[in-house]
């Protein structure tokens, strides 16, 4: 198997996408303990990560800490792009520093769009609707991929170290791909690791919260991050701990860095070994290394490198659209639309596939499915905050008492408030627009 960032594809085996890319299960001591953790983390839809933990200790530290993410607008904003931007509006809330990226170079690439009708969808439809959701305008960079040239420099720069075999095994490209597609991955890349850059508030914790077929870019992005470090900090097959050097050019001074900065952090028992390029710390254990390593990090800008640290990443599930097929903008009737009238809404959530029974008396008698039920998902991710009630209406689905008619209606009413708190906040939003904007 592999995960193909431009296919229509939907991946929903996530035990086997866990077990076959390494990507870890989002549990419960990773949010329980996050102020008044989202219902989008504490339901399970997010439902993976690589190396959280990291900005879980952020947050818990109240350290600095940012969130990259990018869209890619086409059309009209619906209840799945809603969901990512909900985390967003989360994180920032817990203390994160947001950059948004409108991807319109990888629109352009990879889907034909020319840079101008991104523009018009961004600044038309998913700004707006951004900023109705909730979206501050402090701490809060939105910026177009094509405008920004530190993630473009990066993307060249950063290039130096994939080979061509690596993009194939990663992306499948052939022959006949055109180049600015081929581009698109470490334009990306450039989009994830530039918020590190000093000027954008330096080497930090990076957190991509994305759906999962954007993984083979997090894999992509965290092996550049690794390759560019100058030093390396690790547990050697004989069991020490040490600070190795990367690279071949001012082996000594780098040291010397490194030697400073160990001492700094309390550490005495140093061993340098010039020709390993290593120093060896006696007195560290391997709880020590995750500090080491970040410490060493921040030092490495002043010594002509980047110092990224690896970005992490949190996985979510994808709503179905309510045909029960993806859910997606060129088909209306699967999706409801942020700037949906209320009573299309209603529409679509009437016409919707539900996981009831052949017929009433069945239903009553055997219960409903809310697993399968794209009414229930409705609840699920956007419009039941209260666990309790989630939880009574799967419970009341299942056991007979809770029937689709009345229950579809509930949903309806509920996403009829929604949408017309959205549109009322739109008009506001426009004017606000320019805030946001780096
Ligand atoms: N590739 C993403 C998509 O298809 C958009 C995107 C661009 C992105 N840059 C990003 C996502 C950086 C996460 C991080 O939707
Ligand atoms: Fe879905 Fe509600 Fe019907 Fe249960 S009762 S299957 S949750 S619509």
Known sequence: MKIDPW?????????????????????????????????????????????????????MKKKPWAILTGLMPSGKMHLGHKMVIDEVIYYQSIGADIFIAVADIEAYATRGNTLEETKDFALNE??????????????????????????????????????????????????????AHIMSPLIQTGDILHVQLEKFGGVRPTLVPVGVDQDPHIRLSRDIAQDHRLYNVTVTKDNRIGVFVKTDENINKLLDNAEKTLRSLNFTKLERITNYKAIYIRDAEEKDIQKIDETLAKLEPKLGGYGFLQPSATFHQFMTGLTREKMSSSKPESAVFLTDPPKEATKK?????????????????????????????LFLYHLIEDDEELQDVHLSCENGERMCGQCKKYASQLMEKLLIDLQEKRKTARGKIKQYLS
Not at 16 to 25: A, T, V
Not at 26 to 42: A, G, I, S, V
Not at 138 to 145: S, V
């Open 349 to 377: 959530i009437m016409n919707a596939k539900t996981g009831g029974a052949v017929s009433l008396k069945v239903q009553k008698k055997e219960g409903g499915k809310p697993d399968e039920c794209v009414v229930y998902e």
């Open 126 to 179: 998913y700004i707006p609707n951004y900023i109705a959701l909730g979206l501050k305008p402090e701490k809060c960079h939105i910026y177009f991929q094509s405008k920004n040239q530190d993630v473009k420099d990066l993307a060249y720069l950063l290039g130096k170290k994939v080979n061509w075999s690596q993009m194939l095994a990663t992306y499948g490209f052939n022959s006949s791909t055109n180049m």
């Open 7 to 59: 296919s229509s594809t939907t991946y929903q085996d996530y035990t086997r996408l866990r077990d076959e890319f390494g990507i870890e299960e989002f549990t419960e001591n990773l949010w329980k303990d996050l102020p008044h953790p989202h219902k989008l983390l504490r339901r399970g839809v997010v439902f993976g990560h690589r190396d959280f933990q990291i900005v879980h200790d952020s947050v």
